[in-house]
């Protein structure tokens, strides 16, 4: 078993530390070296964290200028010793499982990178992370807002990008390509580091097995100080590097609605896009390679001009556009933007007997499902 570390990075958070606490108890390898690094917190949070705990020695930092996430995970890794080296957040409650699956990754894989963990919602019990896509000039976390037990949330993939909430690599790999760069402020800099290792030809993986609990962004404000000076950092660097890979995960996720729905391929859908990126030419392109001449079909909406982060489909589109009897395939940035509309989904589901979502996180599913995800689905 190699000697694993672990560097738990701390900003305020208090009222999530103690479940976090005890998870690790429960999750870390036994003789972990522990060290967690207090980043300038205005709450006590070191005089929580036990001076010893059941799994391994604890090495307790204080850093007195706050300098963000990346300057206290690379104090923690000057402490380090192990072989492996795991970061986690706060802000989660681990199942006893995901580290010891990290490892397990880690060894079985002769080119294994930086490993993420699959993140749920610990409210709704949907998928928060399992791994980014690149769009045509955006990043998408794939299959978010899904059923954690959905099929496509339980697969392992090979990834450019992982979540820095959970992360897992071996010491030689993190001495290869360097600490997190400190020009990045609670934001990026993982995805930063992922990049680094998958340029030198290293595989990341998300890895569906290793579960965590994320309350995601509970340090407050500062979470949010600089994410456009992190945005134009990430971008300059790494424009020319990345792969666009979201038609990759639509492909897949097509591929499983129709392998569980073959009627559909004789279904005539038209689009009805509602998408304010221009990730929806990847979404038409997929749809291309199953339904050949569905683009010719597309109907467009106003929802450039709504400025609601939900959309309302009676507000945004002519009242003729409810009684289309051709069933349509719903173009959206992400599901949740469709999550009120029941009146039109109840009424539509008169007219035609199924319609798909499909977003650019790569969800698919079929309109009665997205129903059912937010109370009772039409019968």
Known sequence: MPSVSIIVPLFNGLRYLPYFLNSLTEAAPRNAQLIFVDDASSEPVLELVPDD??????????????????????????????????????????DPRCIEV???????????????????????????????????????HIYKGMPANHPLCCKTRKMQLVSGATVAMTRRLADEIGPLDERYYNTLENFDHCMKAHVRGYDNYASAESIVYHWVSQSGPARFA???????????????????????????????????????????FEPLSLCRSDDESILLECLERKWEGISS??????AFNSPH??????????????????????????IDEL?????????RHHLVEAEIILDARAVAMTTKELLGMYGDAPQ
């Open 53 to 94: 705990l059941p799994t391994g020695p604890v090495t307790k930092l204080r850093i007195e200028r706050n300098g963000g996430y990346s300057v206290a995970v690379n104090r923690g890794m000057g402490c380090a010793t192990g072989d492996i080296v795991v970061q986690l957040n706060t802000d989660l409650v681990l």
């Open 102 to 140: 990290m490892i397990n990754v880690i060894e079985s894989m002769p080119k294994a990178g930086i490993i993420g963990s699959k993140q749920i919602s610990p409210t709704t019990g949907r998928l928060r992370h399992l791994g980014v896509a690149y769009g045509k000039h955006s990043t998408h």
């Open 226 to 268: 600089r994410v456009e000076e992190g945005d134009a950092i990430f971008w300059a660097d790494w424009t020319n590097s990345r792969i666009v890979d979201l038609h990759r995960f639509v492909d897949e996720a097509l591929d499983h609605i129709l392998a569980t729905s073959p009627q559909f391929l004789d279904y005539t």
């Open 297 to 302: 079909r597309i109907h467009h909406t106003r």
């Open 309 to 334: 982060e939900r959309l309302w489909l009676p507000m945004e589109l002519p009242y003729r556009a409810m009684m289309n009897p051709a069933p349509y395939i719903y173009l959206v940035d992400q």
């Open 339 to 347: 999550s009120e509309n029941r009146m039109w989904f109840e009424a």
